[in-house]
């Protein structure tokens, strides 16, 4: 039992729990696309996330990390924003394994940006994984696109949102762990959540956005899964570093492509199995490649 519970609290386990709930709260937002623009349901999203993160905040009431810990989490609000539309966006635009697999680029952007960020050990085989993932990202567009040609097509944007989005959740991620071995997880989520909620504050005021009761519980389950993903995320990322924890999010693509095809009947071509198989081959390769300089290291 101790063996379970241990296994259940490791890092590892709470960080692919994360995942799931990151895959649920992306297809909320695709199936709320239907009815309602991005950015409204963005709005929601974390207009509601700060309402439930705010109750953990009052049940536990954990220390506050004072003012100078403020302008760094409305630094990093604006990177996990910007992170969330694109990716929210992209959704809507291409299926979500598609979306999923070219948001696993993320998961390489995090160990040099900790290495030039937090100064974190930086191999050689993390520089040569992160290369060969961006090269299968970059075939997966490029045959879903026919970007490199010169002669575009589809939504290519739809295609490229995924990337950047990634670049920007990678950010917020690495910044994140400045914070997450500091202060208490239920801050950092709060702040996670509610500086964002600041950031789409005005579209209820441009849009005059008015709830309707057929969206409004898939608005909440929306705000429901983000604040489970970052709550779990800052707890597994401060027990590990970042570098060894974040492969574990290729399995984003399976639940991706599972709930794609049960709920919205998606299976994307084979181009995107092959490039999401070199990318997450690399997420791996870079897993082995800091598994075994840890084990070295303790040597």
Not at 28 to 42: D, F, W
Not at 59 to 84: E, N, T, Y
Not at 244 to 262: E, K, N
Request: proline letters at 6%; one cysteine or more.
């Amino acid at each position: 039992m101790s063996r379970l519970l241990t296994l259940i609290n490791s890092p590892y386990s709470l960080g692919a729990a994360a995942i799931f709930f990151a895959s649920c709260m992306n297809a909320m937002i695709k199936g709320l696309s239907v009815y309602e623009s991005v950015v409204v349901i963005t709005a929601w999203r974390y207009a509601l996330g700060a309402l439930l993160v705010s109750v953990l905040w009052l049940a536990f009431r954990p220390k506050l990390p004072g003012w100078k810990a403020v302008p760094f989490h409305v630094f990093r609000g604006f990177f996990q924003i910007s992170a969330a539309s694109l990716f929210f966006w992209s959704v809507t635009q291409i299926p979500l394994a598609t979306a999923a697999a070219l948001g696993l680029t993320g998961t390489l952007m995090i160990g040099p940006l900790a290495w030039l960020l937090m100064r974190e050990p930086l191999k050689r085989d993390v520089i040569i994984g992160t290369l060969v993932g961006f090269a299968g990202a970059m075939f997966l567009v490029n045959n879903e696109t026919n970007l490199l040609s010169g002669s575009a097509e589809g939504p290519v944007y739809g295609y490229l949102a995924p990337i950047l989005a990634s670049l920007c959740h990678a950010l917020s991620v690495v910044l994140l762990r400045f914070r997450s071995q500091s202060e208490d997880p239920i801050v950092v989520a709060f702040f996670a959540n509610t500086l964002p909620a600041l950031y789409v504050l005005p579209v209820f005021f441009l849009l005059d956005v008015q709830p309707t009761t057929e969206l409004f519980a898939g608005y909440v389950l929306s705000a429901f899964f983000g604040v489970s993903f970052w709550s779990l995320t800052t707890i597994a990322y401060a027990r590990a570093p970042a570098a060894r924890l974040a492969p574990i999010t290729y399995t984003q693509l399976i639940w991706a492509a599972l709930i794609g095809f049960f709920l919205f009947g998606e299976f994307p071509g084979p181009s995107t199995w092959t490039g999401a198989a070199v990318i997450v081959g690399a997420c791996i390769y870079v897993m082995r490649s800091n598994s075994s300089s840890t084990i070295k290291a303790t040597q």
